[in-house]
């Protein structure tokens, strides 16, 4: 409860708003390549920072198609880890209105016997009665029909993960579509 009403006071103290749900303002990390997004992902997350991969806005497009969300309260913290880690953001924006609300990656579309699940240009599809994958497509990445044709006729359960064979845009959306499967159904 002391904790509680210290960070209230310190976000009334700097401007903070609460949100809808209760959280602390949150910020995004803007970055010019995709590499940079996975390379700070990983780092923020071993780490242990809340952190979560979005779609730009559109206002903010710099021609990588990913942004970081995080919690505004560690901005100091992240931003320092980041630079020792010579990984550099191009922004790092406040979300203070819904005009710079990032755009969730993940959709699925549940067609009675199959899942589909697409996150930001790719899809994976599985047949829901024994979790067998039976379709990877989209994007446009030279390492698409590898990814396709090492995961296509596995059980999500057994699959490699795409992130291990891919190193690509694409590559980086399957592994966040693998991982959004695998928490919704769990084996």
């Known amino acids: 409860m002391f904790w509680k ?6 976000g ?7 949100g809808a749900d209760g959280r602390s303002d949150r910020g995004i990390l803007v970055f010019h390549h995709t590499s940079e997004v996975i390379r700070a992902e990983s780092l923020l997350k071993e780490a242990g920072f809340a952190v979560s991969v979005k779609g730009p806005p ?3 497009r710099t021609g990588c198609d990913l942004v970081i969300e995080f919690p505004l309260v560690s901005q100091l913290r ?3 880890l980041l630079g020792g880690a010579k990984i550099a953001p191009l922004k790092i924006l406040p979300l203070q209105d819904l005009l710079l609300e990032p755009v ?7 067609f009675g016997d199959h899942l589909m699940v697409r996150a930001a240009n790719m899809k994976i599809t599985i047949d829901k009665n024994d979790l067998r994958i039976v379709n990877v497509s989209g994007g446009g990445c030279p390492d698409v029909p590898f990814l396709a044709e090492s995961l296509v006729g596995k ?14 845009l694409c590559g980086y959306a399957l592994q966040l579509a693998y991982e959004e499967l695998l928490r919704r159904c769990p084996g």
Not at 5 to 10: C, L
Not at 104 to 110: A, E, M, T, V
Not at 155 to 168: F, I, Y
């Open 5 to 10: 009403k210290i960070v209230a006071i310190a």
């Open 155 to 168: 059980s999500l359960l057994e699959a490699p993960a795409p992130r291990s064979m891919g190193h690509t």
């Open 104 to 110: 969730g990656l993940f959709h699925s579309k549940d």
């Open 12 to 18: 009334s103290v700097v401007g903070l708003k609460r």
């Open 78 to 80: 992240i931003a320092e």
């Open 58 to 60: 559109p206002d903010l």
